[in-house]
């Protein structure tokens, strides 16, 4: 839907702009009204305020939210389908113990970090950490020290995958709302990942596994499908585990150096391998193409096929929520440049001479804080910087996804008691509010600030 003209000046556009953060933050944090909810009526009291037609109302907030969930549901869908096959069947299991002997006992904190960055693709941060915990627990429990430094590198990696990688909700809503190539974002996502794990993540639970001497719990308590995946009379075969982990990747990587090399005239794109190359390579098609081989794989003689499809039936119903919840967030940022809002913040910005992607981290972080949720302060803040980045100059594919992976780091720092993660790790490693304020929300921030710094130094020199 195009933009309308804009009835009101910059001035009360801007201020309409700072009361809908305000009421929202008011609606969330006071009076507990869920997000999904909250979004919507202050979609609504943006459209009014600003002046949008009666008769354009709603097709505006309905416009915002379907082209939304047309790029988000099917990527989450898929990717929390594939999660939950290897969940259940053990294949989380089965990557630890391996990497834990490939890199030896030794080094069991890094073959963790490892096992999670991998598993941490298709599955959802709280979901893995579920699961990983009871190998952790064991491993701490037989090398001894503090469990901060068996379990921050798992925790850390499936935290930085979550927030950095597609199919994951984040990093998919950003690159909606911004018009960021899908796999672009997973192969920049991922390269940034990587380093910053090991940076915020693996050498600070090094640093906090030192200081901080927390005693391994007797075991994970609570959390929704705890142990399906420990001990499993036959899991999978580690390279079955790997070979499901990557296929995605080599599919989208496969994709965009076709289409790389065909744009510079080296390979013929018309030809029938090369279109085939670029239609499997799509993200949603990567996905399915791989559901359909964990399924299978994993499936075959470990479960009937009715208990298959049960399987990935129940993967969806824990993600409907967040499913929602970006979707309003691209319903708010349909109205946003409907209204004209869009328009003036990106003028603003503009005159103020801040970089978009120091912006947007900036606008993410503020938001993270003030109300704790990232899924909701990643889609507000891609919807409110949306505009800035369409009429930013020469804003390349790349530049796009860095701006994306910024969004996720500001929605990650400063975790604290108004976040439902910190209350997570909290529980599970036994720490005291305190403790986790002083281990957690650190490496969290961390992760936000290394992350953010690597991909504001790549869209300087790149």
């Known amino acids: ?28 944090m006071k ?70 002997r490939a890199f030896g006992e030794k080094r069991a904190p890094l073959a963790l970090g490892v096992a999670s960055l991998l598993f941490g693709f298709p599955i959802f941060f709280d979901a893995g950490l579920i699961v990983m915990l009871p190998i952790v627990f064991s491993v701490a429990r037989r090398m001894g020290g503090s469990v901060l430094l068996y379990a921050f590198p798992a925790a850390g990696a499936f935290a930085v995958m979550h927030a950095f990688v597609p199919p994951h909700p984040g990093p998919v809503t950003a690159s909606d709302l911004l018009g960021a190539n899908m796999g672009v974002t997973l192969l920049v996502g991922t390269v940034l ?91 949603p098609v990567a996905l399915l193409i791989t559901t359909l081989f964990a399924m ?41 440049r409907a209204s004209g809002i869009g328009a003036a913040l990106s003028d603003s910005l503009a005159a103020t001479g801040l970089p978009v992607i120091a912006a947007a981290f900036l606008i993410a972080t503020a938001l993270r804080v003030a109300q704790g949720s990232a899924t909701v302060a990643l889609t507000t803040t891609a919807a409110l910087i949306a505009p800035a980045v369409a009429a930013a100059p020469d804003v390349s594919t790349l530049d796009l996804s860095l701006i994306v992976i910024a969004i996720a780091c500001g929605s990650t720092v400063l975790s604290h008691v108004n976040d439902s ?42």
């Open 1 to 28: 839907m195009e933009a309308a003209q804009p009835t009101l000046a910059t001035g009360p556009l801007l201020l309409i702009a700072a009361a809908s953060i305000a009421v929202l933050l008011l609606l969330i």
């Open 31 to 100: 009076f507990r009204l869920h997000a999904f909810v909250a979004l919507t009526l202050v979609s609504l009291l943006v459209a009014l305020a600003t002046g949008i037609g009666t008769a354009e109302v709603v097709p505006t907030l309905l416009d915002g939210f379907g082209s939304t969930l047309a790029g988000v549901a099917l990527l989450v869908g898929l990717g929390v389908m594939i999660g939950r096959m290897l969940e259940v069947t053990g294949g989380a299991t089965v990557l630890a113990n391996s990497l834990i």
């Open 193 to 283: 990942a990587i380093p910053t794990w090991y940076i915020a993540s693996y050498l600070y639970s090094r640093y906090a596994g030192a200081r901080f001497q927390i005693p391994v719990p007797d075991a994970v308590g609570g959390g929704e499908g705890e142990g399906e995946s420990v001990d499993q009379p036959n899991p999978p075969h580690v390279a079955t585990v790997i070979g499901i982990l990557l296929l995605p990747l080599l599919l989208i990587s496969a994709n965009t150096v076709v289409t790389t090399l065909s744009t510079t005239g080296t390979v013929d794109g018309e030809a029938a391998w090369a279109q085939a190359a670029v239609l499997v390579g799509q993200t």
């Open 296 to 336: 299978v794989l994993l499936g075959a003689g470990r479960h009937p096929r009715d208990r298959v499809e049960q399987i990935v039936d129940g993967a969806l119903g824990p993600v409907c929520s967040i499913i929602l919840i970006t979707g309003a967030g691209g319903m708010f940022g349909g109205v946003l």
């Open 421 to 462: 993660g910190f209350w997570l790790v909290g529980r599970f490693l036994r720490m005291d509010t305190a403790t986790t304020l002083r281990t957690w929300t650190v490496m969290e921030t961390l992760i936000g600030v290394v992350g953010f710094a690597f991909a504001f130094l790549l869209s300087l020199v790149l």
